[in-house]
């Protein structure tokens, strides 16, 4: 288990740029499977959770070469079926969430698609119906191991069909797209999640010679195509961590800039932030915050009632922010209640940030309210162990900005989504290492 060691109080300044976006490339690495020829990804972020993917892709035959820091080519024109039944894919499987969207792909292509229930954030339930539905729908027979928690789905040709998805789950939508792309037919997907990350998977596809409309909807119309071929494609930069640099710069009262973050593709993003006072300003394609010498102070409602900073499915707020949101507002100035809403576990953090002197009442596992320091007491520092991946950075926000020295233990939990944190964090001035 690797630990953080953490001075807080000292100012940032300086540039940051965000990585390649994990939630993207997990989708994209699975769409390599769609061709059997060379599909070239750039800006691929080097995190535990994408390089336990691209390794599951190698086991499974896909000839893998790296090109320079970031960008690969991947011809999947020899795929080893068999290692699909094996007890190391039963293993490393279940390593990270996106392993999930192996399976849309390889039921498109080979006709059948398996995997063990997959890991990721213990965040709640995380339920797969919705991926599985859309398979049978589209003609799949699915099979379930309960005592080994296994998945598999067959077909030996899909075939296009109307769905109504019971939610518009993002990797749900992005693993029966890929299936449908293959598929005799049109498919229509309506209440299809729509963020950034799978209007670029939609657009690769397309790309590769599918036949997607409505991107950027949530009504996908798909026409199958017989074959796909290959392209190149580049990530997104990744906006969970520029939503997470954005509350570093509040928290810290640090001037920062983020550079290249795709501002049209942040969607509600800024607008958070700026409703807790914090600026959150455009300069061409990155954004500048400016030092907080006053604070900020929390916008309410035109009526006068308590800010309520929820999520939803896009266009709306994303989930994985609610927990940097959250902590930053343990500096505002006034009252502010966030209502994570999609996922129940993943509030209980914030014992830690009460250790530490923040004012929050968990109110049920779906709310907190936040009253505000002003910056009028500082955090005190703690030792903690990182619970989720937005938790985590959440914690070593909080960390940054107490007074005295504190540790974070399971690192490997910030480390599954954050590039080189640490040194890209000492780089703007934070005192922290690895231990
Ligand atoms: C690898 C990956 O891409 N992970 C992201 C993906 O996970 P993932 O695709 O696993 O999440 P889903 O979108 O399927 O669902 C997330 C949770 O929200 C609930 N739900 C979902 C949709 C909805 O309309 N209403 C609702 O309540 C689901 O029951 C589930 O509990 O999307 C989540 C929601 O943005 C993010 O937190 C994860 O970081
Ligand atoms: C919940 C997250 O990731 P995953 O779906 O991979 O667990 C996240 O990125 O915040």
Redesign the pocket.
């Known amino acids: 288990m690797g630990t953080f060691r953490i001075e807080g109080g000292h100012q940032l300044h300086g540039e940051i740029t965000p990585q390649g976006a ?3 490339a ?2 994209i690495l699975c769409a390599v499977l769609l061709s059997g020829e060379k599909i070239t990804i750039n800006n691929i972020p080097d995190i535990i ?1 994408v390089n336990k993917l691209i390794s599951l892709l190698e086991d499974l035959g896909v000839k893998i070469q790296k090109k320079g820091k970031g960008s690969y080519t991947f011809k999947a024109d020899d795929i080893n079926l068999d290692y699909l039944q094996s007890d190391q894919f039963k293993q490393d499987g279940r390593g ?3 392993s ?2 192996l399976v849309g792909p390889l039921l498109a292509r080979f006709g059948k698609g398996y995997i063990p229930k ?1 890991g ?2 213990k ?6 119906d ?2 599985f539905e859309g398979f049978i729908k589209l003609g799949a027979k699915f099979r379930y191991n309960k005592e080994e928690y296994f998945y598999g789905v067959e077909a030996e040709k899909l075939k296009g069909t109307y769905m109504l998805l019971d ?8 693993n029966i797209l890929m299936a449908a792309v293959l598929a005799e037919g049109t498919t229509t997907i309506y ?1 299809a ?1 729509c ?1 950034p ?1 799978l209007q670029q998977l939609c657009k690769m596809l397309n790309r590769m010679g599918a036949k997607i409309s409505g991107i950027g909807s949530n009504l996908l119309k798909v026409e199958g195509v017989e074959t796909l071929g290959g392209t190149e494609h580049t990530m997104l930069p990744d906006m ?1 961590e520029i939503g997470s640099w954005i509350g570093l710069a509040a928290m810290t009262r640090s001037e920062l800039t983020i550079k290249n973050v795709s501002w049209d593709d942040l969607g509600q993003i800024p607008n958070a932030f700026q409703k807790l006072g914090i600026q959150v300003k455009r300069k061409g394609d990155d954004i500048y915050i400016p030092k907080h010498k006053n604070g900020y102070e929390v916008q309410n409602y035109i009526d006068g009632s308590i800010l309520t900073i929820a ?4 266009p709306g707020l ?3 922010l609610l927990s940097i949101l959250l902590v930053v507002s343990i500096q505002a100035k006034g009252e502010v209640v966030i209502h994570q ?4 576990s993943r509030l209980f953090f914030v014992d830690k940030l009460i250790d530490m002197g923040a004012k929050i009442i968990l109110c049920d596992p779906h709310r907190a309210t936040v009253i505000g320091h002003n910056f009028k007491s500082t955090l005190k520092a703690t030792t903690m162990v990182s619970p989720d ?2 938790a985590g950075v959440s914690l070593l926000i909080a960390a940054l900005s107490a007074k005295g020295i504190s540790t974070i233990h399971n690192i490997e939990q910030i480390d599954r989504g954050y590039e080189n944190i640490d040194e890209r964090l000492r780089a703007i001035g934070a005192a922290i290492t690895r231990v």
């Open positions: 994990k939630n993207e997990l989708q959770d990270l969430r996106g999930i969207m997959p990721g954030d965040i709640g339930r995380r339920r797969l919705t991926h939610e518009a789950s993002v990797t749900g939508t992005a209440n999640a963020e990350y969970i999520d939803a499915p896009w994303t989930p994985d809403k999609m996922f129940e991946i937005r």
